[in-house]
């Protein structure tokens, strides 16, 4: 079992529904600065003779992309950082030292300072709440309004997330071989 989640980006409203529940269900303080997703925007121009619009397109970039190969586990100098249940990468509050390596080193600037339990905290896909309940979906994928997420098992040839990833084109967030297990799929063709 690895899980993993797809984007569909294209269909983000930004109205940070994913934000809120995340912090509810997963008891994180509130404030601009403690996520853990961030949705990042970028404004595309319409060429003047197509008469289209310029738009705003969303992303949620900044996320734990829960690698294969994550660069923060073995920078930890006290081995917080292990892999979970299907691949997942979690971080033992309890050992973690704030070193800040892991937060240095993310190329996703995916981590931040849980001041409340003293830790490097990041998404961890509700591991620890929803998906430990017996529930199949994360409280970001349950909440949006526009269905931009999908989420699931990638050694499931019959999952959702496998489905879509066989019929879309998609691409990654790969930094050298750490092989991300999220997915940016590209906008169908109109």
């Known amino acids: ?13 930004n109205c940070k529904a994913c934000v809120v529940a995340c912090k509810e269900e997963n008891g994180i303080e509130k404030g601009a600065n403690k996520h853990r997703l961030w949705i990042d925007s970028d404004d595309l121009e319409g060429d ?51 070193c800040m390596k892991c937060i240095e ?45 999908i989420f699931g098992d990638l050694d499931d040839k019959d999952s959702e997330i496998s489905k879509i990833l066989k019929e879309r084109e998609y691409s990654q967030l790969e930094y050298g071989n750490n092989q991300p297990h999220l997915f940016y799929l590209k906008p169908l063709k109109k």
């Not at 079992?1 to 409203?13: P, S, T």
């Not at 339990?117 to 949006?144: E, H, N, P, V, Y």
């Open 48 to 98: 003047y003779f197509s008469l289209q619009r310029s738009r705003t397109t969303f992303k949620p970039v900044k996320q734990c992309q829960e690698c294969l190969h994550p660069f923060c586990m073995p920078v930890c100098p006290v081995d917080a950082i292990t892999k979970g249940t299907g691949g997942i990468v979690m971080t033992d509050a309890k050992s973690c030292i704030l």
């Open 1 to 13: 079992m690895r899980y993993g989640m797809a984007f569909d980006y294209e269909l983000c409203i």
């Open 105 to 149: 080193v993310c190329p996703y600037e995916a981590r931040y300072v849980d001041d409340k339990r003293g830790f490097a905290d990041k998404c961890i896909f509700c591991s620890d709440t929803r998906l430990a309940r017996g529930k199949t979906t994360t409280a970001c994928q349950i909440t949006c309004p526009a269905k931009v997420r």
